[in-house]
Each structure stands twice: as structure tokens, then as C-alpha cells.
């Protein structure tokens, strides 16, 4: 995997901080193994500031006709987005000179965190290929310690300038955890670690599947707003560096909305 260095700090001190954040990432298993998890009450930060035009200072160096910043990061993913809507796809990226480009390095240019939900594959709903996204499933988008390293290493090791957290319509682990939280029925397995993780979107506002569509909701916001006062993802976000969004995907249009 190719690094792309943060210039700001010297290389002697980037080597001990890389070493770090690599056994962090592998050592996640474990520590979920172990049963560790983010705390539930972890306190909501405001979301990201106002995404910045391509031409903003600090921009990530990129492959020619990639994003290499925030705003037009999220600019591409929406253009993908539409194609795949209507149909008009264009699947980038698959010949062979960039199956063989990707060999030896690769330049994604956004990190979606999404759901394992089959009917979600981020590289198809974007309309992008080999190396363009990185992306990271678990049911609901909860967090734990292997995501939170795999989301460190595509921003901090890649350089990518956008993650966005994508949540979608008919949500099976909200669903179960919405269904858990009213019944009290006990959760198979390690199901009831993801339930647990998302009751403290569940919004009590409301009854039945609107209940179910809200806390889809309210679940994307409270996992961006954890990562994005995550404090390396937090000094990237300051300096314009980094965007952390939160999206929505509608099975029924096929269309991903950002949510606030």
C-alpha cells in the first residue's frame, strides 16, 4: 500500500507515529476479540465544517483526473451516484493498464464506511473502480477498534480527503436493534454487540417503521460525529485537509442524500 506523508511533520517523527497507528490497526481484532468497544455515551462533536472548493490551500497530491480534495471528492461521488441512478454508468478504472497501475500503488480518493448490506456495495452505488474508494463495511456503520484503524489508515497513511459514512434505507441491524430495545428480546451471538452500538441513535420520538427510518438517521450522524472528533481526523478537518460526511442511500431511488 502506498503512503501518502503528511509534510508538516519530520520524517523521523512520522516513522515512530506510522508503527504506532499500524499496530493499533492490527491489533484491533484483538482488542474486539477481547470485547472492548467504543463507548456507547461517547459525546456527539458538531459536524465538519463547510467542504472547500478544489482549489483550497493544503490540496493532497493526486493521480491526474482524481480528487484530491474534500469538496471535490464529494463532487465525483455524487456524479457517480447519478450515473448509477440512471443508469448511465460508466465503470471506471477496470482496464488493464489499471489493473496493472495497481499492482505496485494505490490513490483512493474517498473512504466510504458503509454497511455490509449486500444491496449496498460502495464501488457500484458511486459508479467507481479499481482504487478509487476505500471502503469499510460493518452492520449499521458501528464502530469499534478495527474500524476506527481502518478508517486511521486510509486518512492518516493514504492521505484521503474524504470518508463518508454511509447509512441506507431498510437498515437490517437498526432494524434489529430498534425491534431489541422495545422487547427486550436477547440478541444471538455477537449480534447483540452491534445492537448495543446502535440504540443510542434509536429515536423514542417515533413508533414503528418511522421509528426504524429515523434512527437509520440518527445513526449515520452520531457515527460521523465520532470520528470526526477522532483528534487526528479533527486537526484534518480543521485545516480543510479532510471531510467527514454523513449520506443516506434510498433502495427505493437509488440516490445517496447527504444528511446534517
Do not use: K
Request: overall charge positive.
Amino acid at each position: 500500500m502506498t503512503s501518502t506523508p503528511d509534510s508538516t511533520v519530520p520524517a523521523r517523527e512520522r516513522r515512530p507515529q506510522r508503527r504506532a497507528l499500524l499496530r493499533a490497526a492490527l491489533a484491533g481484532g484483538a482488542v474486539l476479540a477481547a470485547g472492548a468497544a467504543v463507548p456507547a455515551s461517547a459525546p456527539a462533536a458538531p459536524l465538519p465544517v463547510p467542504l472547500l472548493p478544489p482549489d483550497a490551500p493544503d490540496a493532497l497530491p493526486s493521480l491526474p483526473g482524481r480528487p484530491g480534495t474534500p469538496g471535490a471528492a464529494l463532487r465525483a461521488l455524487r456524479h457517480g451516484n447519478r450515473r448509477w441512478a440512471t443508469r448511465h454508468q460508466t465503470h471506471p478504472h477496470e482496464a488493464a493498464g489499471d489493473r496493472l497501475l495497481a499492482v505496485s500503488e494505490q490513490h483512493p480518493f474517498a473512504l466510504v464506511l458503509g454497511c455490509i448490506d449486500s444491496r449496498v456495495p460502495p464501488e457500484l452505488v458511486f459508479d467507481q473502480g479499481l482504487g478509487d474508494l476505500m471502503t469499510v463495511r460493518s452492520a449499521g456503520c458501528v464502530l469499534d477498534e478495527a474500524v476506527l484503524g481502518s478508517v486511521a489508515y486510509g486518512v492518516l497513511e493514504l492521505g484521503i480527503p474524504l470518508v463518508m459514512v454511509l447509512g441506507h434505507q431498510s437498515c437490517g441491524a437498526v432494524t434489529a436493534a430498534v425491534r431489541a430495545d422495545g422487547t427486550g428480546e436477547a440478541q444471538p451471538a455477537h449480534i447483540a454487540y452491534v445492537t448495543e452500538q446502535i440504540r443510542p441513535a434509536i429515536d423514542r420520538t417515533r413508533t414503528g417503521p418511522a421509528r426504524v427510518d429515523a434512527t437509520i438517521t440518527a445513526q449515520t450522524r452520531l457515527v460521523t460525529a465520532r470520528l470526526s472528533a477522532e483528534p487526528d481526523l479533527a486537526a484534518r478537518v480543521g485545516t480543510g485537509r479532510l471531510a467527514v460526511v454523513g449520506a443516506r442511500y434510498e433502495l427505493s431511488s437509488q440516490r445517496v442524500r447527504t444528511v446534517a
